[in-house]
Nanobody, 124 residues
Framework: QLQLVESGGGLVQPGGSLRLYCAAS?????????ISWFRQAPGKEREGVSC????????YYADSVKGRFTISIDNAKNTVYLQMNSLKPEDTAVYYC????????????????WGQGTQVTVSS
């Protein structure tokens, strides 16, 4: 069974950068067509941030993070990354990685496995 473990979160000042990691074990990531990052801020619903298609490498981003966040995968390490630059206070949230079969979907029901999340706090 696939297990996903996120890491790399922390406290960063506005304008700073963080790199999130999603390490998979049990199944190789490319087995799933879609690998995505979601986030949930306090008092808000979970929202999709970025998605990667493992079949052709296409990437998708929420409008709020376009040009600032980059999703990538290292198949040898079975790990997905989310590079976050120019962070803003509104990026503060718990970030989750998830895998599924519907590339580009932001619907949680399309994702089969989720990690436990990693906290990102952007504050001065």
């Amino acid at each position: 069974q696939l297990q996903l473990v996120e890491s790399g979160g922390g406290l960063v000042q506005p304008g700073g950068s963080l790199r999130l990691y999603c390490a998979a074990s049990g199944v190789t990531l490319p087995y799933y067509l879609a690998i995505s990052w979601f986030r949930q801020a306090p008092g808000k619903e979970r929202e999709g941030v970025s998605c990667l298609s493992t079949s052709d490498g296409r990437t998708y981003y929420a409008d709020s993070v376009k040009g600032r966040f980059t999703i990538s995968i290292d198949n040898a390490k079975n790990t997905v990354y989310l590079q976050m630059n120019s962070l803003k206070p509104e990026d503060t949230a718990v970030y989750y990685c998830a895998v599924g079969s519907n590339v580009g979907s932001w619907y949680e029901r399309d994702y089969h496995y989720w990690g436990q999340g990693t906290q990102v706090t952007v504050s001065s």
